[in-house]
């Protein structure tokens, strides 16, 4: 088949959910015998041409907080509709608005909901009401509508009476690297509790920041994420960070960094009021850490039993759930082997694709006496596929 992908920031995936899934799907679909191109915004990719056999078209977009993402995905339609693709495969509500229009052309369109966006503090009014408005189009006018957690599943089945289908975000396994370059930040000699993240409201940080500031300890916290149109909340956690050269701010991190956060933090916190299916909640079992999660559905989805929870917006609990797990290393290191456990068991990318190429396969269940998918050209691979699975 030939694919697009449309919604997302782009690829390779530096900061950003809904980019590394991308990127993960994208470049094993390749794998998998499919061409798969990427549509990117200018001001997040640098990359044009070919990444990891995938094809990367790089278009403009308003970058505004309001007209960023949409501006983005209406150029990159029109460019699609020109390349007539097999399936137009849109992320997030807000560019399912779009996902019709490729039906037009004769595409099969897939929409994935990756969250609620409109719950999302950083909205105004509009935006909320109109972010609201598009779950009709995410479920109405694509083919198929994929949700990336259970939650969101028994959501939008209840309320819009559509069978959707639920396929989980991933992490590869976690890459275990000494510590060398985070050493400039004085954290190898000490241990850190570590959040990985946009710095957005309703990812909880000034909760972490306040139950952290409470406590007596030569513990360290470390905050690895930055600003997403949130310039303003930022400047709040600066305001609670204070003087306190405990807790560490180090903006968006990627690569070899981010591995050897991952791989010497003492546990990790996410106390999180919002989220779809976190890919940083799953990166940090699958990199056999402790962590300890605010208890909303979608956190206590990802890691079941496995994990340490506190309840949501109580700063009063989170600081007691960290004073315990700092004065209980055995505790930690029991439960970070449970979190490995449970993320080898259930959070498989590879898996995730295989569930994600069954999706696009049954779009083209129906055809006409085993037609090739594309009229433009036959690929051997997804002929064999698709016989196989449709008997």
């Given at each position: 088949m030939r694919i697009a992908m449309i919604g997302q920031k782009g690829i390779p995936a530096t900061y950003g959910g809904i980019e590394r899934h991308v990127e993960e799907i994208a470049t094993r679909l390749v794998e998998r015998g499919h061409e798969v191109d990427v549509y990117s915004r200018v001001h997040y990719s640098r990359h044009s041409g070919e990444f990891r056999g995938v094809q990367t078209h790089r278009l403009p977009s308003v970058n505004t907080k309001h007209l960023d993402a949409i501006t983005h995905c209406a150029f990159?339609?029109?460019?699609?509709?020109?390349?007539?693709?097999?399936?137009?495969?849109?992320?997030?509500?807000?560019?399912?608005?779009?996902a019709s229009l490729p039906r037009l052309g004769g595409a099969k369109t897939v929409v994935t909901v990756h969250g609620l966006d409109w719950e999302r503090g950083k909205w105004g009014k509009f935006a909320t009401w109109f972010l609201r408005f598009c779950e009709h189009p995410a479920i109405r006018f694509p083919n198929k509508t994929i949700v990336v957690s259970q939650t969101l599943k028994e959501y939008f089945d209840e309320k819009f009476k559509v069978e959707t289908v639920m396929i989980p975000n991933g992490a590869n396994p976690g890459i275990h690297r000494p510590p060398n370059k985070i050493k400039r930040f004085g954290l190898d000699k000490h241990r850190y509790i570590l959040f990985v993240g946009r710095l957005v409201p309703e990812k909880g940080c000034h909760y972490l920041l306040e139950a952290f500031s409470r406590l007596d300890t030569d513990a360290h916290l470390v905050m690895a994420g930055g600003s997403s149109f949130s310039d303003g909340y930022v400047d709040s956690l600066m305001r609670i960070k204070g003087n306190d050269d405990r807790i560490h701010m180090l903006g968006y991190v990627y690569g070899d960094l981010l591995d050897e956060l991952w791989t010497n933090a003492y546990m990790v916190s996410q106390p999180s009021v919002l989220e779809g299916l976190s890919i940083s909640l799953i990166e940090a079992i699958s990199h056999g850490k402790c962590v300890l999660v605010s208890d909303i559905p979608e956190n206590m989805e990802v890691v079941a039993d496995c994990a340490v929870s506190h309840k949501t917006r109580d700063v009063d609990d989170l600081e007691a759930k960290l004073r315990e797990l700092l004065e209980d290393p055995a505790r930690v290191d029991s439960v970070a082997q449970a979190c490995k456990r449970h993320a080898e068991a259930h959070y498989s990318w590879n898996r995730i694709v295989e569930a994600t190429e069954a999706v696009y396969l049954d779009l083209f269940a129906g055809d006409a006496k085993g037609e090739p998918v594309s009229t433009r050209k036959t690929n051997p691979k997804l002929t064999l596929v698709k016989n196989r699975r449709l008997g």
């Open positions: 990159s339609t029109v460019d699609a509709l020109a390349r007539r693709y097999d399936v137009v495969h849109y992320h997030a509500l807000g560019p399912a608005i779009f």
